[in-house]
C-alpha cells in the first residue's frame, strides 16, 4: 500500500539552530502535503498545508517563518524548524494526499519526527 | 483550526469486551476517517467513509458516517489486549481535514 516515510524520526537540537525534516511519499505522487504537530497526549495540530510548486498556507497562529515549509515535487515537502526553542520540542507528523490508482483520493500519515530542543 | 467533538476521552475495559467511540461536529464533511495512533508512530488508517449513512467494517472495527454528515461513530467488537492506542476520527472537506482529540483506550487482559 501507499507509505509516507519522514527523516529524521528523532532529532534533538540545541536552541537557536535550525532543523530540517523531511516527508516523502514512496509510491504515490502527492499534490498536496500537510504538517501537523502533536504536543504530548494532544491531538494533532494542523501546521499548514502545501502543494505542489505553490507556496504553503498557514493556519492562524502558526509562524510562516519560523516554520518554513518547501514542497518542491510532488513526493518530497520539507519542514524546517528556524532558530528552534525548548517549546518548538514536539512530535511532527507530516501527511500526504495523492489519487491512488482507481481515482480514489487518499490521505496518509508519515511515522513523525520527535523534535527536542535543549 | 477547529476540531472535532470526539468522546469519551478514555475507555478502561476488559478483554473481550465492545467499545464505542463517537465524534460530532458543527461542520458537514464529505469523508469521515478513524484512525489508530500508537506512542511513537504516525496514525494510521483504519476506516474511511465517504458517503452519509454508510456503515462500513473491518475485521472487528465497524464505523457509520452519519445521515446529518455531522457525525460518526467506531465500534470495536471482543476487544483484545493489542486495540490498546489512541483512536481519533477525522472529518475531511475538500483539501481540509480536522481531527478529533482523541479516546485513549486501554484493554486490561
Known amino acids: 500500500g501507499a507509505v509516507v516515510s519522514q527523516h529524521p524520526s528523532r532529532v534533538i537540537c540545541k536552541s537557536g539552530t535550525s532543523v530540517k525534516i523531511e516527508c516523502r511519499s514512496l509510491d504515490f505522487q502527492a499534490t498536496t502535503m500537510f504538517w501537523y504537530r502533536q504536543f504530548p497526549k494532544q491531538s494533532l495540530m494542523l501546521m499548514a498545508t502545501s502543494n505542489e510548486g505553490s507556496k504553503a498556507t498557514y493556519e492562524q497562529g502558526v509562524e510562516k517563518d519560523k516554520f518554513l515549509i518547501n514542497h518542491a515535487s510532488l513526493t518530497l515537502s520539507t519542514l524546517t524548524v528556524t532558530s528552534a526553542h525548548p517549546e518548538d520540542s514536539s512530535f511532527y507528523i507530516c501527511?500526504?494526499?495523492?489519487?491512488?490508482?482507481?481515482?480514489?483520493?487518499?490521505?496518509?500519515f508519515g511515522p513523525g519526527t520527535r523534535l527536542t530542543v535543549t | 483550526g477547529q476540531q472535532l467533538n470526539q468522546s469519551p476521552q478514555s475507555m478502561f475495559i476488559q478483554e473481550g469486551e465492545d467499545v464505542s467511540m463517537n465524534c460530532t461536529s458543527s461542520?458537514?464533511?464529505?469523508?469521515w476517517l478513524w484512525y489508530k495512533q500508537e506512542p511513537g508512530e504516525g496514525p494510521v488508517l483504519l476506516i474511511a467513509?465517504?458517503?452519509?449513512?454508510e456503515l462500513t467494517s473491518n475485521g472487528r472495527l465497524t464505523a457509520q458516517f452519519g445521515i446529518t454528515r455531522k457525525d460518526s461513530f467506531l465500534n470495536i467488537s471482543a476487544s483484545i489486549p493489542s486495540d490498546v492506542g489512541i483512536y481519533f476520527c477525522?472529518?475531511?472537506?475538500?483539501?481540509?481535514?480536522?481531527f478529533g482529540a482523541g479516546t485513549r483506550l486501554t484493554v486490561k487482559p
Open positions: 467513509l465517504y458517503k452519509a449513512g
Open positions: 501527511s500526504a494526499r495523492g489519487r491512488l490508482a482507481g481515482g480514489i483520493w487518499k490521505q496518509y
Open positions: 461542520s458537514i464533511f464529505n469523508t
Open positions: 477525522a472529518g475531511q472537506q475538500n483539501n481540509d481535514m480536522r
